[in-house]
């Protein structure tokens, strides 16, 4: 087919999301339904997801996998708000830019310079192709469906409309009362949640284990992972492993700058008490930490080793050194070689939960941090 449209990106994945919008442009009534046949699955099988184009609040919670910025969601013409799979690899992109041509898209070369913001797309219209505009749906006036719909897309204002007015009446009766003014009437007091364990429940699923004192983590449900060589692995989405594979297996960038930033609890990684002896259930996840790195043969990492605040700064000093160690030296052993790997121990500092004046607290705060240090 003639080309109609010609998409510039300044990245592959950028460059996908707008081989999306030319397909919209082009065909500016399709669905959800119409743009995932369009663009099929198969045309990304490593994204994890049962389809690369879902609604916008089924990527809500995934990092690194959809683009989920305001500016990058896909919007269809009756609104519905939709978002792409941001990973891309070469040969899934280039799958996608060939898939393109069938609807008269063509996609440019991504080194060719366009005065547009970086790591964003632009479309070209091509021959004088006109585009269908899209215009909002015009309500009939005999139209009784179509005015309920209108008027039921404006319920949250209402609600948000009768809330303020609560407040206000509710504030209103307090000054009456004096209770605004009146310099004897004590302030409500807010206080802070503490920073312990219920206050970190939000970012860290888990309980802790009363008979061995660990932390247990809550992987989440189980999902396929396509690997590299085609083989298909099983991992719990919220698991150390999956979050290391798609990093490295992205177009994210090593944060040289920050290094803070990254790094990844190893969440089912455990020592004898107050030793560096690893307990025989945690060799399972050091073997997939190898298989990941051997998949991906130019990455490095570093171990980072942290106690609780039990004991002397230089007691937990050193047995953190002497976890990280072990560990680096266990992976050494897998296969990984000795350069690719370093470790360092921190003892009782970056503390997860900061309060640790719990067992659960400081159970979280015993652990092996990895960081990706080059891909």
């Known amino acids: 087919m003639k080309a109609k449209i010609r998409v510039y990106g300044k990245s592959q994945s950028r460059t996908a999301l707008g081989i999306i919008n030319a397909y919209l442009k082009l065909h500016p009534d399709s669905t959800l339904s119409d743009l995932q046949q369009a663009f099929p699955k198969s045309l990304n099988p490593k994204s994890f997801t049962d389809n690369i184009i879902v609604p916008e609040k089924e990527a809500q919670g995934h990092e690194k996998l959809f683009f989920e910025r305001e500016d990058e969601l896909v919007i269809l013409k009756n609104g519905e708000r939709l978002a792409l799979v941001e990973l891309w690899t070469k040969e899934d992109f280039d799958a996608i830019c060939e898939h393109a041509k069938q609807y008269g898209i063509e996609v440019a070369e991504i080194e060719e310079t366009k005065p547009f913001e970086k790591g964003s797309y632009e479309l070209e219209d091509l021959d004088e192709f006109a585009p269908i505009e899209v215009t909002a749906p015009i309500l009939e006036e005999d139209d009784d469906d179509d005015k309920k719909k209108c008027k039921f897309s404006w319920w949250w204002i209402l609600l948000l409309i009768i809330f303020l007015l609560i407040l206000l009446f509710c504030w209103k009766k307090c000054c009456n009362n004096d209770k605004c003014s009146n310099p004897n009437v004590a302030p409500i007091e807010i206080i802070a949640p503490a920073d312990s ?120 000093m050193k047995l953190s050194t002497e976890r990280a160690k072990i560990t680096a030296e266990k992976l050494i052993a897998l296969g990984i070689d000795a350069n690719r790997v370093t470790y360092e121990g921190y003892g009782s500092q970056h503390p997860i939960c900061k309060a640790n004046d719990t067992d659960y607290c400081r159970a979280v705060n015993r652990r092996i941090d990895v960081r990706v240090t080059q891909k």
Request: charged share 25%.
């Open 197 to 316: 364990a219920t206050s970190i429940m939000d970012n860290i699923k888990g309980k802790l284990d009363s008979l061995t004192n660990n932390f247990i983590y809550d992987t989440g449900d189980t999902i396929a992972v396509t690997l590299p060589d085609g083989k298909e692995w099983r991992i719990g989405q919220n698991s150390s492993e999956f979050k290391l594979f798609t990093f490295l297996n992205s177009e994210a960038k090593v944060d040289t700058l920050d290094k803070s930033k990254d790094w990844i609890t190893l969440d089912r990684l455990y020592f004898e008490t107050g030793k560096a002896s690893l307990t025989p259930e945690s060799e399972n996840q050091l073997k997939n930490v190898a298989m990941i790195m051997k998949f991906f043969p130019n990455s490095q990492i570093k171990m980072g080793g942290y106690t609780d605040n039990t004991g002397t700064d230089e007691i937990n």
